[in-house]
């Protein structure tokens, strides 16, 4: 992978057999999960699709067309 700028960040393209492997799609959030001199390892977070669950466990129903978006609720 290789490293690029992104504005005023650094960002990388994941390869697609990782995007596979984790299922991540567009949007998804990914945590670092170790970091060494030479190795990075990164998990799918998933914590917005397990609050999700744990809300539909407790048949709370949500407005519809809502969704979470970190971005959004933080803009000022």
């Known amino acids: ?4 700028r992104w504005g005023n960040s650094l960002g990388v393209r994941l390869p697609r057999a990782l995007v596979d492997e984790l299922g ?3 949007g ?20 917005r699709g397990r609050a999700v669950d744990r809300m539909r466990a407790r048949a709370w129903s949500l407005p519809e067309g ?3 978006d970190r971005d959004e ?3 000022r």
């Open 73 to 75: 609720a933080n803009a």
């Open 24 to 26: 991540l799609e567009p």
């Open 28 to 47: 998804d959030d990914v945590k670092v999960v170790a970091a060494g001199p030479t190795r990075l390892v990164v998990a799918k977070d998933d914590r």
């Open 1 to 4: 992978m290789r490293v690029s």
């Open 66 to 68: 809502y969704s979470f």
